[in-house]
């Protein structure tokens, strides 16, 4: 099984190595600090997270002012990456659709990246997103 596609990346074990040699990895890692820096406080949804590095880098380097991460993707092979690899204690790992995801606390920030261009129904993936995020809460895709 290749498990590095250009839809979910598995750096490995996160070694900086591997993420300096691969591009897609160094983007996709670009666009979670560009996230990082219009995180609101509270709490974060990290939608199709994949692999999990994503939700890591924005609990480590921007979690000061977080209470969780909840992280979601539909894969259960990503999400016991996401575990195994990613594991942080602000950051709740579950398997889960977007278009099933009701979450129990308030959204203050949905990340959700490299993945609207992967949906049939674009408009209602953004419908869900706006069901789920706190009146004044910040979607950064």
Same mark, same amino acid.
């Not at 997270?49 to 609990?59: K, Q």
């Not at 398997?95 to 261009?117: A, C, K, Q, W, Y």
């Given at each position: 099984?290749?498990?590095?596609?250009?839809?979910?990346?598995?750096? =490995?074990? #996160?070694? $900086?190595?591997?993420? =300096?040699?691969?591009?897609?990895?160094?983007? +996709?890692? /670009?666009? @979670? +600090?560009? =996230?990082?820096?219009?995180?609101? $406080?509270?709490?974060?949804?990290?939608?199709?997270? *994949?692999? #999990?590095? *994503?939700? &890591?880098?924005?609990?480590?380097?921007? #979690?000061? /002012?977080?209470? /969780?991460?909840?992280?979601?993707?539909?894969? $259960?092979?990503?999400?016991? @990456?996401?575990?195994?690899? &990613?594991?942080?204690?602000?950051?709740? @790992? %579950?398997?889960?659709?977007?278009?099933?995801?009701?979450?129990?606390?308030?959204?203050?920030?949905?990340?959700?990246?490299?993945?609207? %261009?992967?949906?049939?129904? $674009?408009?209602?993936?953004?419908?869900?997103?706006?069901?789920?995020? =706190?009146?004044?809460?910040?979607?950064?895709?």
């Amino acid at each position: 099984m290749n498990l590095s596609s250009l839809e979910r990346i598995y750096p =490995a074990d #996160g070694s $900086p190595e591997i993420i =300096a040699g691969n591009e897609t990895l160094h983007l +996709h890692l /670009q666009r @979670y +600090h560009y =996230a990082g820096q219009w995180l609101l $406080p509270g709490t974060v949804a990290d939608l199709a997270c *994949g692999s #999990g590095y *994503g939700s &890591y880098l924005l609990a480590t380097e921007y #979690g000061n /002012q977080l209470n /969780q991460i909840i992280a979601i993707d539909n894969s $259960p092979v990503a999400i016991d @990456y996401c575990k195994k690899f &990613y594991s942080h204690k602000k950051i709740i @790992y %579950e398997l889960n659709d977007v278009f099933d995801f009701r979450p129990t606390v308030v959204i203050n920030t949905i990340v959700s990246l490299e993945t609207i %261009e992967h949906l049939t129904e $674009p408009a209602h993936f953004v419908t869900q997103l706006a069901s789920i995020l =706190a009146k004044g809460g910040r979607l950064i895709a």
